[in-house]
């Protein structure tokens, strides 16, 4: 079967799929550093200055900056860093150390099931994401349940079937309006009887904001850890890279009151401010376990760090 996603062994796949998915980042940096990339001389504070506000416009943010340049400029004090060549390097070598500092890109997943909850502000994709991952882990011989607990938004859980379908996994649903921690009980009870490795629930979207909505899905988490005490449950907040800092600041609230484990970053085909994943690293210490790069079912890339870093700075 032709794969969809390419595995981590198929390196150049995934790295050729990352290069086209930071594309639009990777132009605007690099049409911003080229002066900076190809000095010939040793580089010097004002190079360091073009660089940080560099930085700052692809959505790296303000604090992450300063902290790499901070390094940068030590080292440009010893008079160490020669040339531009030498200052690519030692930027990818501080972006994957921030990347680095928190844990790994995808768990082994050990659990019967494991639980995904998809959560996130309206519209960010968490219902496609939900689609791209039942076949996603399909593909890596998994039985997958998918569970429509966004009983709120008319139509979303026709929208869930449509994936279900693509991606010919089962789904497990409640009428609109109805409880959501309902929804998933039944499809606790279902991934139970038929021994399902992974159940990907798909919820409403909702403002961090709204605490209501937020006790919600704290219920929709308690349910899940008292039905199933053997599953384990991960929560990934789906976060859209288009809306950049933005984004980030809605994420700083979700996780303190939704116990997020991970970040999906959808869109990251449609912005060049690709820069966010490396603000998410560092200010919510939270892995990216997956981004979004476009509409359809294969659109979806394991997050790795080296990729990244490599696709950005290519050269
Ligand atoms: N280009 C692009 N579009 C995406 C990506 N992920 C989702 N979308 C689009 O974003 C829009 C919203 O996606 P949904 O999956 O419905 O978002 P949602 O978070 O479930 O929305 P609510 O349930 O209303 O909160 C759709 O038009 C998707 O096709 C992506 O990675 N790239
Ligand atoms: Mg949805």
């Given amino acids: 079967m032709l794969s969809l996603f390419g595995t981590p062994e198929q390196k150049p796949g995934l790295l050729d799929r990352m290069k086209q998915a930071v594309a639009r980042t990777r132009d605007s940096l690099q049409e911003r550093m080229d002066d900076l990339l190809t000095l010939a001389r040793p ?8 660089l940080e506000a560099t930085l700052i ?11 790499i340049l901070g390094h940068l400029r030590q ?3 010893r008079q160490q860093i020669r040339d531009g060549a030498e200052l690519r390097h030692l930027l990818k070598i501080e972006l994957l150390r921030i990347l680095d500092s928190v844990p790994p890109r995808e768990q082994v997943f050990t659990a019967n099931p494991e639980i995904i909850l998809m959560v996130g502000v309206n519209g960010t994709g968490k219902t496609t994401t939900t689609g791209k991952l039942a076949a996603y882990f399909c593909e890596q011989g998994k039985s997958v349940l998918l569970c429509a607990a966004d009983t709120f938004r008319a139509a979303a859980i026709e929208q869930l079937e449509v994936w279900a379908q693509r991606s010919g996994v089962d789904m497990v649903r409640t009428r609109q309006g109805g409880d959501p921690s309902a929804a998933l009980f039944d499809a606790l009870q279902a991934a139970k009887t038929r021994n399902i490795d992974v159940l990907v629930v798909d919820t409403a979207g909702r403002l961090h904001t709204k605490n209501n909505l ?4 704290d219920k929709i988490r308690r349910t899940a ?3 199933a005490p053997d599953a384990h449950v991960q929560t990934l907040l789906v976060m859209d890279a288009t809306t950049g800092q933005n984004g980030l600041q809605q994420a700083r609230l979700f996780t303190q ?3 997020v484990s991970g970040i999906v970053l959808t869109k990251l085909d449609g912005t060049a401010k690709g820069g966010i994943v490396v603000a998410i ?3 919510l210490q939270l892995p990216v376990r997956y981004v979004g790069v476009g509409e359809q079912m294969g659109d979806l890339i394991p997050f790795e760090s080296s990729a990244f870093v490599d696709s950005l700075l290519e050269g």
């Fill in 43 to 50: 580089v010097d504070e004002a190079a360091l200055e073009e």
């Fill in 57 to 67: 416009a692809s959505d790296i943010g303000v604090g992450t900056s300063q902290e």
């Fill in 75 to 77: 080292q440009a004090s």
């Fill in 214 to 217: 937020m006790a919600e899905l």
């Fill in 225 to 227: 850890q008292r039905v």
């Fill in 257 to 259: 009151a939704a116990a």
């Fill in 281 to 283: 690293a560092r200010e």
